[in-house]
């Protein structure tokens, strides 16, 4: 860790790592784009989504955090594990890409109850185990490197969370034309992997630094 990181860079540090693994294509962005198009309970959703990711975060920077005090390898293995699982997870997103996009049209069907939205929000977002992978485990690992300024980091994660569902749930309706294009996924798959490998070299060069 480099002297003389501030509370800013963490945090901003932390909010681009999160949006790039939030930003990732899956069931919970394409349900939350998808009531977004439908214009149907957005604010609900984005709450649910936001909150959700906001405690899994605090658990994983919070718990990484006492484990690296105590272990001070802790922090190293997981920095290089997080490089790893980055890299792979880049080359996935431009497999993806090469594979090509499915438009995303929302059905026709009427309007569906609060109730079962949520229920749905919610089974996507704690059943996954992705999620798990990203917030708790990957950003509480990478949460250790930028200590004393963890709260910092986790907060810009956060951040990002919630900014990222609040323009993707609200702004849906100006992006209807263009996601009903299989080639805006296909251009977003690779942005993602993009993002995922300058993180991956980022976190290897500090980790080279730091040896």
């Known amino acids: 860790m480099e002297v003389g990181m501030t509370a800013l860079q963490a945090g901003l540090a932390g909010y681009g790592l999160a949006l790039g693994l939030i930003a990732a294509i899956g069931a919970q962005n394409a349900f939350v784009l998808r009531q977004g198009l439908r214009r149907e309970h957005i604010g609900w959703v984005v709450f649910v989504c936001a909150t959700s990711d906001a405690a899994l975060i605090a658990a994983g920077v919070a718990g990484f955090g006492r484990i690296s005090a105590a272990l001070p390898w802790f922090g190293s293995a997981m920095l290089w594990l997080g490089v790893v699982f980055l890299t792979v997870y880049g080359a996935l997103r431009f497999r993806a890409a090469l594979r090509g996009g499915e438009a995303l049209r929302p059905a026709e ?32 690992a990478v949460s250790a490197q930028y200590a004393p300024q963890g709260l910092a980091f986790g907060l810009g994660a956060m951040l990002a969370s919630a900014s990222f569902f609040t323009v993707l749930g609200y702004g849906a309706r100006l992006l209807a034309p263009v996601m009903a294009r299989p080639r805006a996924w296909v251009v977003l798959e690779a942005l993602v992997g993009l993002v995922m490998w300058a993180i991956a070299a980022s976190l290897a060069l500090r980790g080279l630094g730091a040896d």
Do not use: F, K, Q, R
């Open 109 to 140: 069907s009427a309007p569906a109850h609060l109730s079962s939205v949520l229920a749905t929000c919610l089974l996507l977002t704690w059943a996954n185990p992705h999620v798990y992978l990203d917030t708790v485990v990957l950003i509480g």
